[in-house]
């Protein structure tokens, strides 16, 4: 344990240069940022009615902010929560497409 302050305060010895590092080479791999060839995927039309239930939703939600603001609490929590009930049902849609 003698001379360990000098052991911290001491610079450590110069490392090798980089140039004199062996190269490390990946063959036949892609790089992380490169997207898959086949990962694109061409865009499909949305339902009707995940478009009809979406506005439904976006209307209701509208609605029940101005029941809030009204204080009208018990109306605008319903009114929101049908709101939620058809975001889910358009998710629902969205996901399961026939």
Known sequence: MAGWLQNILTP????AKA???PMQT???ANLPAQPL???YQTPQALPNATIIYGIGAS???VSSFFL???GRWLPAVTVFAMGACLTGF???LM???D
């Open 95 to 97: 996901k399961h497409q």
């Open 37 to 39: 060839r086949g990962a």
């Open 19 to 21: 140039s004199h590092l």
């Open 26 to 28: 990946r063959k036949g």
């Open 90 to 92: 358009a998710v629902h």
């Open 59 to 61: 209307l209701l939600f």
């Open 68 to 70: 809030l603001v009204a």
């Open 12 to 15: 450590p010895a110069k490392a």
